[in-house]
């Protein structure tokens, strides 16, 4: 089945930037291609629930969590099976292991996602 394999991750200053990136390789278990799926980015700090940041279907339209809206931006490249997820303005409160996720359409519901990465740590130091 697909795999989703993130990177980028690391340690950044309050107001900086950092772009983490997720490849995929093979298909989802539904026989889907990365090119047929819409891609979404979750988070999840220490003691939290895992959160919905943002997502993007196949012809490139976004949608993103309010906390994070203006700030992040998502994109993704068919001809390089990768999602990218640029990060401005960081904030402490963005600290948390960054995974991405696959789904059949754009959804914000984790629940719909039949893929997963293992996550890369991002934190953001005041």
């Known amino acids: 089945q697909v795999q989703l394999v993130e990177s980028g991750g690391g340690l950044v200053q309050a107001g900086g930037s950092l772009r983490v990136s997720c490849a995929a390789a093979g298909r989802t278990t539904s026989g889907r291609t990365f090119s047929s799926s819409a891609m979404g980015w979750f988070r999840q700090a220490p003691g939290k629930e895992r959160e919905f940041v943002g997502c993007?279907?196949?012809?490139?339209?976004?949608a993103y969590a309010d906390s994070v809206k203006g700030r992040f931006t998502i994109s993704r490249d068919n001809a390089k099976n990768t999602v990218y997820l640029q990060m401005n303005s960081l904030e402490p409160e963005d600290t948390a292991v960054y995974a991405c996720?696959?789904?059949?359409?754009?959804?914000?519901?984790?629940?719909?996602?039949?893929?997963w990465g293992q996550g890369t740590q991002v934190t953001v130091s005041s």
């Open positions: 996720a696959a789904a059949p359409f754009l959804t914000t519901r984790e629940r719909e996602y039949d893929s």
């Open positions: 993007i279907d196949r012809f490139g339209g976004t």
